[in-house]
């Protein structure tokens, strides 16, 4: 079964790889994105995370003499390797149940003032995949670039609401352990404190 891909548009628009995902998860799991990697921009890579994933690690174009004098000499391998096994881990989870945790919207250029539709820089966006065969699933959790609420409480969905579950997120800074009733009928707190700025949390149920 082929993958699916957007046009080229994601490749320089995060929020627009956001949307990618948040549309064609509904329909089949072979989906994926494109991007040109911008170094240390994790915000800008996991909004292009999804089971099929293409990229440039920097211009490749040119004669065949300027072929490789594009590359930096100090571009970090060792971060891009660091995201790659990170997606590589959550590739399973895309094939379980999809849920979106947000509204979605792909409005750039919409008016600012607050009494009129605020455009899609000014949001989050959220969604989650869940296994419930095997008990666990991810959130993957966007602050937009001109968010200015660091946090949100997301309602999780399908969980087993008897089963406590831990929750933990790929940078190392939270693991917790709530109950499904609570993740579902509270909501998983989630804290972004950069602008833009995104998070990946996986969760497995323990009993």
Not at 101 to 109: G, K, V
Not at 164 to 175: K, P, Q
Not at 189 to 199: F, L, N, R, Y
């Amino acid at each position: 079964m082929p993958l699916i891909f957007p046009n080229e548009t994601p490749c320089i628009n995060p929020i627009g790889n956001q949307v990618s995902t948040e549309g064609l998860a509904y329909w089949r799991p072979p989906f994926g994105t494109i991007l040109q990697i911008r170094p240390r921009d994790n915000y800008h890579f996991r909004s292009g995370s999804s089971p099929g994933l293409a990229f440039a690690l920097f211009n490749v174009s040119g004669t065949r003499e300027q072929i490789g004098s594009f590359i930096p000499p100090d571009f970090p391998f060792d971060w891009l390797r660091s995201e790659i096994a990170q997606l590589k881990r959550l590739r399973p989870y895309y094939y379980g149940d999809y849920y979106p945790l947000l509204p979605c919207s792909a409005n750039a250029d919409c008016d600012r003032e607050t009494d009129k539709e605020r455009s899609a820089a000014f949001e989050w966006a959220a969604w989650q995949f869940n296994r419930p065969e095997q008990g666990d699933g991810m959130v993957q959790a966007f602050r937009r670039t001109e968010n200015e609420e660091a946090t949100r409480d997301l309602l999780l969905r399908g969980l087993d609401p008897t089963g406590n579950y831990e929750v933990s997120d790929l940078d190392g800074r939270m693991v917790k352990t709530a109950s499904g009733k609570d993740l579902m009928g509270q909501g998983l707190h989630v804290a972004i404190s950069a602008k833009p700025g995104a998070t990946v949390l996986v969760y497995r149920k323990i009993r």
